[in-house]
């Protein structure tokens, strides 16, 4: 059976501030088995269900609500405080939380308060940081592909399917960008911008063209 491990090094993320200590939830690393081979490894690699219900059930004391709050506490030091720590523990979260395919099946709830938590920071985050993360191939816009690429799936909820096409709607609308690796892999091909080390390889750019209208 594959293990979900902590680091070597501790526990708990700290950090030490005039006021105390901050300490974050260490996200767990997934161990696979040297004899794990084919999908099952490429599965391993993307999808990181497995390491958020590892935490949701012993960290979090089975309640994703939990986690929630620890995403909110570290935006919010973040935002206020300016720690470099809460905002990579935010980004951790974030990067984690969009790359659980399998969980976004099977924990709608979790998801359904997670869509309208991660866009109200989105909200908040200043122009400037959002613009510039997205056109960088950032996290964010990582993360906005795979949530998207996640919940848009046949199997998906219908109630969350219908919160996520609203979500992604107002990004749109709020942001101008499209969350879809399709639009992209168009952009890619009509030269209209650079291949992010995320994108597809495209073998046939004609074809392509051809396909796709």
């Known amino acids: 059976m594959n293990q979900i491990v902590v680091g070597e090094e501790s526990k708990e ?13 260490e996200i767990p690393k997934y161990k696979v088995k040297k004899e794990t081979k084919g999908a099952e490894m490429t599965k391993y690699n993307f999808d990181k269900s497995l390491i958020l ?35 990579e523990h935010w980004k951790k979260l974030i990067t984690l ?29 200043p122009d400037d940081f959002f613009n510039d993360a997205l056109t960088s191939g950032s996290f964010i ?14 199997d998906i909820n219908p109630k969350l399917k219908q919160r996520a096409e609203k979500f992604f709607k107002l990004i749109k609308k709020q942001f101008k960008f499209e969350a879809s690796r399709e639009v992209d892999l168009q952009n890619y091909a009509l030269g209209n911008q650079e291949r992010d080390e995320d994108m597809p390889q495209i073998a046939n750019l004609e074809e392509y063209l051809t396909n796709s209208q």
Request: proline share 1%; glycine share 8%; charged share 25%.
């Open 97 to 125: 939380y969009c790359s659980s395919e399998d969980l976004c099946k099977s924990e709608t709830e979790f998801y359904l308060d997670f869509i309208k938590v991660f866009y109200g920071q989105l909200k908040q985050l």
């Open 141 to 154: 816009k990582v993360a906005l592909q795979n949530l998207n690429e996640f919940l848009m799936d046949p």
């Open 53 to 87: 219900k590892e935490l949701i059930e012993k960290e979090w004391e089975g309640d994703y609500k939990n986690g929630l709050g620890e995403l909110q506490f570290a935006f919010v030091g973040f935002m206020l405080g300016e720690s470099m720590l809460c905002f």
């Open 13 to 25: 993320m700290e950090e030490y501030t005039e006021q105390g200590t901050i300490y974050f939830t």
